[in-house]
């Protein structure tokens, strides 16, 4: 079975940096496209940045110039760089794939990973 897990959350001071990582198992295929989203409490969940063909990035305006997004199919994995954190940043982290398998693309979502960024 086929399956999406966050790594890397946790509790950061203003100004820090973070790594999450997306790992897909359970198969044989390959990262078409992933995206990372982040929910709030109390708020809905919101786009943060999109990644397709390993090189096409795409970032919400919150996030630009803090966030790098990338993949790297060799290890089925995704990743979300986050420097210069904010308060505001503190939310679950979700990543979502698409992942080709015989020509076909699937729609993956991964459980999500608590960024809390605090003093």
């Known amino acids: 079975q086929v399956q999406l897990v966050e790594s890397g959350g946790g509790l950061v001071q203003p100004g820090g940096s973070l790594r999450l990582s997306c790992a897909a198992s359970?198969?044989?295929?390959?990262?078409?496209?992933m995206g990372w989203y982040r929910q709030a409490p109390g708020k809905q969940r919101e786009w943060v940045a999109t990644?397709?063909?390993?090189?096409?990035?795409n970032y919400a305006d919150s996030v630009k110039g803090r966030f790098t997004i990338s993949t790297d199919n060799a290890k089925n994995t995704g990743y979300l760089q986050m420097n210069s954190l904010k308060p505001e940043d503190t939310a679950v982290y979700y990543c979502?794939?698409?992942?080709?398998?015989?020509?076909?693309?699937?729609?993956?979502w991964g459980q999500g990973t608590q960024v809390t960024v605090s003093s």
């Open positions: 359970g198969g044989a295929f390959s990262i078409n496209a």
């Open positions: 979502n794939a698409i992942l080709l398998r015989s020509g076909l693309g699937y729609d993956y």
């Open positions: 990644i397709t063909g390993g090189s096409m990035a």
